[in-house]
């Protein structure tokens, strides 16, 4: 599924409604399901906020977050199933019961196992039936409690416990490469007709071979041909329970002088991935080290960030839409020294998981 301005349909109606009911301004002239300049301003804020590609473009991640985003505690019954059920009501849940002391791991929307086993927890030291399902006597049980402020801070101490089963070295890890987009999806292209799909192909190459020469076990998520899905790549990653999860991609912009790296690991307003954002900040740091401009590094939510179980990195070294960045990430010479700075950000990670106190 793909919307795109200029469109006039029943789901473009059903995308404003959403958008109306979270808050965004949608023109009058424009509802009668008609695709025009505040909806897609809309759709490119709520995209923004939400950490997800900002394109304005209504395709199935978008519209599933908007699904989701509309979704309060208490609309429906919530509990463990396949595929999981995913939403701000989770998310909501995941943050109280986080604030309370429970381990709902990551704040990230889906009830998976572990958020199960928190709220059986919960429910255990309440005197709820402990049947791990957000029913009445749970939800009433959960609004009964004082709020101990909004930071789901348990959840980030406990991360970064368990951030230090890494190191001291990176022998025996097991990390899943993932290099971006792939068959029809070409991703971004660059000035010389570089393109996405094939330049992370490449890098990804390169630093599988360097990984594996430091006894480190790899596993690629598609091979050059081939384009799973996000979801797809994230499943595979969780199945093979990988200690960490790369993507390789490159940046890009319709701005021609945007320039520079980027390194995204998961977060958002209410939670940040201390685990993912060492990893960045990590490799980030030996990428700037060859002379890349700093893009930073940032939060986002994207599926292969936020579906994966392990820390998870997307590193985009470079704008493959500048004319200097793409004709350097297109260069052989380049990405052997770029995989070599991968490696070297992951060797620092291992030494020191947790970054040492300012
Ligand atoms: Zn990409």
């Not at 690629?220 to 996000?230: H, K, L, N, Q, V």
């Amino acid at each position: 599924m793909l919307i795109k301005p200029g469109q006039r349909s029943s789901a473009v109606r059903d995308i404003q409604r959403r958008l109306i009911a979270l808050e965004y301004q949608i023109a009058p002239g424009e509802l009668d399901g008609r695709f025009g300049d505040t909806t897609f301003a809309a759709i490119r804020a709520f995209q923004e906020r939400r950490g997800l590609v900002v394109d304005g473009l209504v395709g199935d991640e978008t519209w599933r977050e908007l699904v989701e985003a509309s979704w309060r505690l208490g609309d429906r019954t919530l509990y463990l199933r396949a595929p999981s059920l995913r939403g701000d009501d989770v998310r909501a849940l995941q943050d109280r019961l986080g604030a309370l002391g429970f381990d709902v791991g990551r704040v990230d929307g889906i009830f998976g196992p572990r958020t199960a086993r928190a709220l059986r927890e919960f429910q255990a030291n309440y005197g709820i039936p402990g049947d791990a399902i957000v029913g009445r006597s749970t939800l009433r049980a959960l609004a009964g409690l004082p709020a101990l402020g909004g930071e789901t801070s348990g959840a980030a101490v406990r991360e970064r416990e368990e951030m230090r089963r890494f190191g001291p070295g990176i022998a025996g890890l097991h990390v899943v490469l993932d290099p971006g987009h792939g068959g029809d999806d070409p991703g971004f292209s660059g000035p010389g007709g570089e393109r996405e799909d094939s330049v992370a192909f490449a890098i990804a190459r390169r630093l599988e071979a360097v990984l594996k020469a430091s006894g480190v076990i790899v596993y690629p998520t598609r091979e050059s041909d081939r384009a799973p899905t996000d979801s797809q790549r994230a499943s595979l990653a969780n199945a093979l329970g990988a200690d960490l999860f790369f993507a390789i991609h490159t940046a890009g912009s319709s701005d021609a002088a945007a320039n520079g790296a980027i390194t995204y690991f998961f977060g958002h307003e209410r939670f940040r991935s201390e685990a993912g954002a060492r990893v960045a900040e990590c490799i980030h740091a030996e990428i700037l080290g060859l002379g890349v401009a700093d893009a930073g590094v940032h939060a986002k939510q994207y599926a292969v960030l936020r579906e994966t179980r392990m820390p998870a990195v997307q590193i985009e070294p470079g704008h493959l839409t500048n004319a200097a960045d793409g004709a350097r990430l297109a260069d052989d010479a380049f990405q052997r020294r770029l995989a070599e700075a991968i490696a070297d950000g992951l060797r620092t990670f291992a030494r020191s998981p947790v970054a040492p106190a300012q």
